[in-house]
């Protein structure tokens, strides 16, 4: 799990470095935008230091070529902020601080150290900018502009233009923020797939398990017993008849045809490429409480001895409660054909205060016959997982000299 975790952040610092501005390939859309930008740069640099030169009187001849050499440095530099907008934006300080026709560029690149560098570097950066280009109008007046609307100005213009900076910065953040978390989102929601995957694939086992386990202890039942009756050492008179064989052969048919059957339908359930089949398997009815005496005959018709009392309304108990009894009784009597063939079951499934309990109890054998089935213990553990998904109890052990499996199921609605 905490490698899971490592793994789904370096993905998302992956994602935001993907995302970033800083040493990534220009894109076409900012080929295009940084081309337009700087195209038009250049025409307010022409239009500031040739076109309208004449409207700054204050400016002297042998300055201008200093403010056009600055206004075309500013300008280059637009290219260069994507990847280092911080040193772009320091060395255009002194472009903005002198130069008349870098005023738009300067803006530009205020714009874009904002949105791309660290809201304190920026925020500084912006800080000596301005601290630079207020003694400008001290010594180049501008014509018709007075000294206090300068000091105002030039503030508030650069303050603007960082704030619309940090304004794109915050967004494209919280752009990478979602993108990073819908990346997390699925991957977590291919493990809840995953999960629920493994969840109702070990459900079908333990499903399997229940039903097949029955099957074939009655097969097993049966064809041992015929085994043992059919020795050659037996006395004849104490040879099974013809009847008793056909009996037990129709039996054993009957016991793997239901087998096969369940198989078969449990099988289909996993066929996600055929959904006819899903929706087939589903259509049978599952196994209510009024089964369970269908149940009981078909395990006293194998040769146990089984007490049943239920006194349970079947209306009263939801659909799933009732197949969960029904399985855990399931599991009993094999249980007790399995460990202790020929003993003595008794079974009693009531209700009270909203609650649904079975108790299957059956004695501890003697010894352990050759013909015993060998078990694995993994019924109970699905059993005990069954119940608790239906927020039950299992309990099962020996007491009083009796190995007793009780299972408290709440009843809900029907």
Known sequence: MAATRARRRERAGRTVRRLSPFGVPRTRAQWASDAALFGIALLVWFELGFASATAYPAVPDWFWPVDRALGLVA???LWWTRRFPRAAAVLGVVPGALAVSATFAALVVVHRVGRLARPSSSVTITAVTVAAALPYH???PLPGMPWLVWVIVIPLLYALVLSLGLLARSRAQVVEGLRA???LERERYEERLTLTRREERERIAREMHDVLAHRVSLLSVHAGALEYRT???VPPE?????REVHDAA???RDSAHRAIEDLRELLMVLREEDPGA????TQRPQPRLDDIHALVAEATGAGESVEVRVDVPAGEVRATTQRTVYRSLQEGLTNARKHAPG???RVAVESSDGTVRLEVSNPIPVGVTAAEIPGTGRGLVGLAERVRLEGGHLDAGVHDGRFRLVVELPAGGP
């Open 75 to 77: 300008c280059l530099l």
């Open 138 to 140: 001290a010594l180049f």
């Open 181 to 183: 978390a819908a990346v």
């Open 231 to 233: 020795r050659p050492e």
């Open 238 to 242: 104490r040879s099974p008849s013809a």
């Open 250 to 252: 129709v039996v054993i």
């Open 278 to 281: 899903s929706s087939a398997a």
């Open 343 to 345: 003993a003595e079951v």
